[in-house]
């Protein structure tokens, strides 16, 4: 039976977790959860069976990868992987992937949700401003950038973008205006 | 589009190309009573120059999800001016948790049973 680690210092949300179990059991793999660990050492242990193994922020480096000789996969769930070492995965044949787009909408909901906090000063009473009708520029126009704007736009703000591996036309088929220049 | 946001939202990767690339230089083209808000990465901000823009600049603002180092110096001298959440949290909700754990799952099943590589990042 295949071995899946899903190792998580910040554990999924319960319903999550089980749907996790709920997919793997349905497909005869064996699958366990390393949660809430301490140390890179105490990973290390968790690793050493495990074919494939899902993350979240956790830190897998050359050293995870070497006490784990079976390991095929690692997924990152999540947008960003930087905190897989690339280049010591493809050296040992380990697939690294990520699952871009799942958590853009929320970090999209935080982003505005920061800035009323911000916009009307920490909520301390005093008057603050509205987002209606001000300038709001995304710096990368990926998933999260599109939720943003998507968000923004029903607050009324006017959305540019700067991004220069995005094609124009996607961003403008969004009504938001793009900029060539980031500064 | 430093100069004419109110607001500007980072959303860019943290690579060689893109470290510290939020630097004094840049931020200082921001618009009066500007606010930058950051949920992307930590290292993509020169935090040297994030603290040179919060002494050089009275009206600047700047919000993230994942605090600076220098997070004490700046929480303590310009409180009003800054927010940092307690944890990253930007994918903090059951619905990231359930839609980034299904994909993970499904991507691993499809690669070990199909030699599915969509998703490969190396």
Do not use: W
Not at chain 1, 22 to 38: A, L, P, Q
């Amino acid at each position: 039976m295949t071995k899946v680690l899903v190792a998580t210092v910040k554990p999924f949300a319960e319903a999550a977790v089980s749907q996790i179990k709920t997919i793997f059991e349905k497909s005869g793999y064996d699958c366990r959860f390393f949660e809430k660990y301490e140390t890179q050492d105490d990973l290390k242990k968790a690793v050493v069976d495990a074919e494939a193994l899902i993350i979240r922020s956790d830190k897998i480096t050359a050293e995870i990868m070497d006490a784990a000789p079976k390991l095929k996969i690692v997924v990152r769930a999540g947008a960003g992987f930087d905190n897989v070492d690339l280049a010591a995965a493809t050296a040992r044949n380990i697939v690294v992937m990520n699952t871009p787009g799942q958590n853009s909408n929320a970090v999209a909901e935080l982003v505005l949700g920061m800035m009323v906090f911000q916009a009307r000063n920490h909520f301390d009473g005093k008057p603050g401003t509205e987002l209606k009708g001000k300038k709001l520029g995304i710096h990368a126009y990926g998933h999260v950038g599109q939720n943003v704007a998507r968000i923004a736009k029903g607050f009324g703000m006017e959305v540019f973008a700067f991004d220069p591996f995005v094609d124009k036309k996607v961003i403008e088929a969004d009504d938001v205006s793009v900029f060539d220049n980031v500064e | 589009m430093y100069r004419i946001c109110d607001y500007v939202s980072l959303h860019i990767p943290a690579n060689k190309h893109t470290i510290k690339s939020i630097n004094f230089a840049l931020l200082s083209k921001m618009k009066e009573g500007g606010t930058l808000i950051n949920t992307a990465r930590k290292e993509v901000i020169d935090e040297d120059g994030l603290l040179k823009m919060f002494n050089n600049r009275n009206d600047f603002r700047y919000i993230a999800d994942i605090a600076p180092d220098n997070r004490e110096i700046i929480e303590n001298e310009f409180s009003s001016r800054c927010f940092f959440t307690p944890k990253k949290m930007g994918a903090q909700t059951a619905e990231a948790n359930i839609n980034a754990g299904i994909a993970a799952s499904k991507q691993i099943i499809a690669f070990l049973e199909k030699d599915d590589k969509t998703f490969q990042v190396n």
